[in-house]
């Protein structure tokens, strides 16, 4: 028999890195940009669509949380080194976005720099929840 209302335990975590210089806006904005992909890539990480009491239909969101880290420039140049070398799902955010304003300048903006020169402002990794912990070692919970 199965207990609808026991926690749900997911084998995965998907994590979100800032840059802790980053003002309000760009924390929101960076955030929303590095999770558009994941569905895309690990479609079971999206949940079924939604509804409410009148029937209207409303868009399936992920399925499990997504939680959010801060840490220095340093931290951050690392935990991406990490996901990259660990061949991990992950997005990057770089500064050079915050000029663009659009998808194919965005990914222009990317391009143009080699991994290991990218200035970073914020990764999202999808793995295994031990893995995803190594690629965050020295990032702390968001505030």
Same mark, same amino acid.
């Given at each position: ?5 026991? !926690? ?40 079924? !669509? #939604? ?6 239909? #409303? ?5 499990? !949380? ?17 996901? =990259? ?27 143009? =720099? ?6 970073? =402002? ?22």
């Amino acid at each position: 028999m199965t207990n609808d209302h026991a !926690p749900v335990r997911f084998d995965t975590k998907i994590a979100v890195l800032l840059r802790e210089d980053l003002e309000t806006w760009q924390r929101l904005n960076v955030t929303a940009f590095l999770v558009s992909g994941l569905g895309s890539e690990h479609p079971e990480v999206i949940g079924e !669509p #939604y509804a409410d009491a009148d029937d209207t239909p #409303y868009l399936p969101m992920l399925r499990q !949380p997504v939680l959010v880290f801060e840490g220095t420039k340093e931290t951050l140049t690392a935990a991406h080194s990490r996901a =990259v070398s660990r061949a991990m799902s992950c997005s990057v955010f770089t500064s050079d976005l915050f000029t663009t304003g659009n998808d194919r300048d965005n990914r222009a903006a990317v391009r143009a =720099v080699p991994k290991d020169q990218l200035d970073v =402002v914020g990764i999202c990794v999808h793995g295994p929840r031990n893995a995803v912990d190594k690629v965050l070692k020295g990032a702390r919970m968001h505030p």
